[in-house]
């Protein structure tokens, strides 16, 4: 008890209390905490509310897309005769066929390749024959004779009228442009074969998207066809 200065000494006023107020920093039943909410058990049961403790683990978002499979830009492989000539004959039959690195393709007629493998011979039958048969056995090459069929030409010394080309690579034909008997143009290009050991998958993604994707992120496709089955790649464009 204090008393007033120059008065009586006088009692304390009694505390006051006040129905329902709650004192500051205190919860009461049923009342969540700061930061802390509560739900009822019957609601919880009702909504399928799980809890679980809280742990640290990698953040990730699953995007969900529709790709089409494509050939990989990388694997074509074009077959274009580097001379002008006449096509012979043509053993792919259609767009689509497969093909192994090596097969034949096509013959070709070229006036040009017949002139050069004759002076070929003539280069070897002379007296200077090592160097002039190293440059014509040069140009055989980079008109697009094979190893194989130059050894041919020394070893009969004839030369090949209709001179075989083969395939680059193994693959698929997506580009015919060539029948029997048609005229070639240097550049032109008469096939093209994809290699299908690696594909591309374009997908297509909702803009809102697009900056939830990286490159070399993980991706997982899956195939109607091919129910059961998964096949795994990276994000490359």
Do not use: C
């Not at 709650?22 to 905490?33: D, N």
């Not at 090592?130 to 056995?137: K, P």
């Amino acid at each position: 008890r204090l008393s007033p200065r120059g008065g009586s000494q006088s009692q304390a006023a009694p505390a006051a209390h006040v129905h329902g107020a709650t004192a500051p920093g205190a919860t009461t039943q049923g009342e969540a905490p700061p930061g802390e909410i509560l739900v009822d058990p019957a609601r919880r049961q009702k909504t399928g509310v799980r809890t679980a403790p809280v742990q640290r683990e990698p953040f990730g978002v699953t995007i969900r897309a529709v790709g089409l499979v494509g050939y990989d830009q990388g694997g074509f492989h074009d077959v274009s005769p580097r001379v002008m000539g006449y096509v012979g004959s043509v053993q792919v039959s259609a767009v689509g066929e497969t093909v192994h690195a090596g097969d034949l393709l096509f013959t070709l007629y070229s006036p040009d390749l017949l002139a050069a493998q004759k002076e070929f011979l003539t280069a070897r039958a002379s007296q200077r024959g090592d160097t002039l048969a190293r440059a014509a056995e040069g140009r055989l090459r980079l008109w697009g004779m094979s190893a194989a069929d130059i050894q041919r030409v020394a070893a009969t010394s004839t030369p090949i009228e209709y001179v075989p080309f083969h395939a680059p690579s193994s693959g698929v034909v997506i580009e015919k442009n060539v029948v029997a008997g048609s005229g070639t143009q240097v550049g032109e290009r008469l096939f093209r074969i994809a290699t299908v050991d690696r594909v591309w998958i374009e997908a297509e993604l909702y803009e809102a998207d697009l900056s939830l994707v990286r490159l070399g992120d993980a991706a997982r496709i899956t195939l109607p066809y091919l129910p059961g089955e998964r096949f795994e790649g990276t994000v490359s464009l």
